[in-house]
Each structure stands twice: as structure tokens, then as C-alpha cells.
């Protein structure tokens, strides 16, 4: 069975500082990963996956995450917050093959303050 | 912004009706989803689709249903609301396709459900 953890509920972090929202994840065989965000009272929005290829995938709004295999995560970061930012973050994952549903992490919500 | 639909955004209703959340998305996606989740928390996956005449139930038990007679409708219905069934139910569709499109899920605006 497939799952994700994302050991923070909440992340705080300064306006301009580098933030890091972290995610592992067990999975049989090659992962597909992905981050999407959640701003209050909206749906969630893609923000990256990782499909093969290159380690650190670039997504919307300067966000980027590194895939480590041997880890086995996933962490979004971004080298400067914006309060903007502040929102819940969701990781999932799922199999490269066989089942197309994807398991979601609890979320974290990432707090920017001025 | 995804072309997936949700209505209505709101809804505020009494013990015993019956309800139908309506899903729309102009993708032409194959597979649909639907969500519950509490404000700010986890969600559950309650019924999936992966194309039409397709549906099975998600991990989280739930009391509604579903169908799927057309690609780019997804009704849930609630056949008698409980004020358990409160909480904000979210619909998504994807496409897996070719690969490189890796199941993509882009999600409606959701629909806050409000059972007195």
C-alpha cells in the first residue's frame, strides 16, 4: 500500500527567508509525486510533479522540489516566502503503474509572517 | 484556472433531504474524483470514476452515491443528509493519457455542505 507523510502540521517561517515543507512517501515500485496548495475556501491547485528525469522539478510561483530516492521524499521549497504563500499544502503519491489513485499527505499549513 | 465546475458553492439544508452535488469539467478527462474534507484538514477520498458506466467507492465510507452517464458529469447524491454529512466535499478530474500527463488532478472550486 501506498502512503505519504508530512511530519509538520504547520510551518512558520519569515517574509524573504527560505522555507521547506517536507514529505516522504512509501510506494511499490517508481513514484509519481506531486505538491498542490490550498488557499481558504478554494479547491487545491497543482503546484509540481515528478514524474523521471531530473531530481529537482521547478513549479507555479517559484516553488521547487527535490526528489530523493534513497530518502524517499519529496520537499517543497522556495528560496524566499511571500505572505502570499501562506497556505495548506498537500504531497501525494502514487504508483508509476497499476493504480491511478493518489494518496494524500494530512496537509501542512505554511504560515508567512511580515 | 481548471475548467471543472462545481455547484452550488453553498449549501445550507435541514435533517432528511435529499441532496445532488453536481461536477462538471470540460476536459474531456476520463477519471473523476470526489473528496470530503473538513476546513483545513485531510481528504478523503469517497468515489471515483474512471470513465463512463465506472464507479467505485473510495477509502472513506460514505452514504452517498454516485453515477457517470456522460464524460464530463459526476453527480454526488445524499438520498437523506445528516448533520455528519457537514463538511465541504470536493470534486477533481484527471487524464492519464499519455504518460508524461502522470494523472494530473485539477480540482473544482468545492461545495460547502451545511446540514442542520
Given at each position: 500500500a501506498?502512503?505519504?507523510?508530512?511530519?509538520?502540521?504547520?510551518?512558520?517561517?519569515?517574509?524573504?527567508?527560505?522555507?521547506?515543507?517536507k514529505?516522504?512517501?512509501?510506494?511499490?515500485?517508481?513514484?509519481y509525486?506531486f505538491?498542490?496548495?490550498?488557499?481558504?475556501?478554494?479547491?487545491?491547485?497543482f503546484?509540481?510533479?515528478?514524474i523521471?528525469?531530473?531530481n529537482l522539478?521547478?513549479?507555479?510561483?517559484?516553488?521547487?522540489?527535490?526528489?530523493?530516492?534513497s530518502?524517499?521524499?519529496?520537499?517543497?521549497?522556495k528560496?524566499?516566502?511571500?505572505?502570499?504563500?501562506?497556505?495548506?499544502?498537500?504531497?501525494?503519491?502514487?504508483?508509476?503503474?497499476?493504480?491511478?489513485?493518489?494518496?494524500?499527505?494530512?496537509?501542512t499549513s505554511?504560515?508567512?509572517?511580515? | 484556472?481548471?475548467?471543472?465546475?462545481?455547484?452550488?458553492?453553498?449549501?445550507?439544508?435541514?435533517?432528511?433531504?435529499?441532496?445532488?452535488?453536481?461536477?462538471?469539467?470540460?476536459?474531456?478527462?476520463?477519471?473523476?474524483?470526489?473528496?470530503?474534507?473538513?476546513p483545513?484538514?485531510?481528504l478523503?477520498?469517497?468515489?471515483?470514476?474512471?470513465?463512463?458506466?465506472?464507479?467505485?467507492k473510495?477509502?472513506?465510507?460514505?452514504?452517498?452515491?454516485?453515477?457517470?452517464?456522460?464524460?464530463?458529469?459526476?453527480?454526488?447524491?445524499?438520498?437523506?443528509?445528516?448533520p455528519?454529512?457537514?463538511?465541504?466535499?470536493l470534486?477533481a478530474?484527471?487524464?492519464h493519457?499519455?504518460?508524461?500527463?502522470?494523472?494530473?488532478?485539477?480540482?473544482?472550486?468545492?461545495?460547502?455542505?451545511?446540514?442542520?
Amino acid at each position: 500500500a501506498q502512503s505519504v507523510a508530512q511530519p509538520e502540521d504547520q510551518v512558520n517561517v519569515a517574509e524573504g527567508n527560505p522555507l521547506t515543507v517536507k514529505c516522504t512517501y512509501s510506494v511499490s515500485g517508481n513514484p509519481y509525486l506531486f505538491w498542490y496548495v490550498q488557499y481558504p475556501n478554494r479547491g487545491l491547485q497543482f503546484l509540481l510533479k515528478y514524474i523521471t528525469g531530473d531530481n529537482l522539478v521547478k513549479g507555479s510561483y517559484g516553488f521547487e522540489a527535490e526528489f530523493n530516492k534513497s530518502q524517499t521524499s519529496f520537499h517543497l521549497k522556495k528560496p524566499s516566502a511571500l505572505v502570499s504563500d501562506s497556505a495548506l499544502y498537500f504531497c501525494a503519491v502514487r504508483p508509476g503503474g497499476g493504480s491511478y489513485i493518489p494518496t494524500f499527505g494530512r496537509g501542512t499549513s505554511l504560515i508567512v509572517h511580515p | 484556472e481548471a475548467d471543472i465546475y462545481q455547484t452550488p458553492r453553498y449549501l445550507v439544508i435541514g435533517t432528511g433531504k435529499k441532496i445532488t452535488l453536481e461536477c462538471s469539467q470540460t476536459m474531456g478527462h476520463d477519471k473523476m474524483y470526489w473528496y470530503q474534507q473538513d476546513p483545513g484538514m485531510e481528504l478523503h477520498l469517497i468515489h471515483y470514476s474512471y470513465g463512463v458506466n465506472s464507479t467505485e467507492k473510495g477509502d472513506l465510507s460514505s452514504e452517498s452515491t454516485v453515477s457517470r452517464i456522460r464524460t464530463e458529469h459526476f453527480p454526488l447524491t445524499l438520498e437523506s443528509a445528516r448533520p455528519s454529512h457537514t463538511s465541504q466535499y470536493l470534486c477533481a478530474s484527471s487524464d492519464h493519457g499519455l504518460a508524461t500527463a502522470g494523472d494530473t488532478q485539477y480540482f473544482g472550486p468545492g461545495t460547502r455542505l451545511t446540514v442542520l
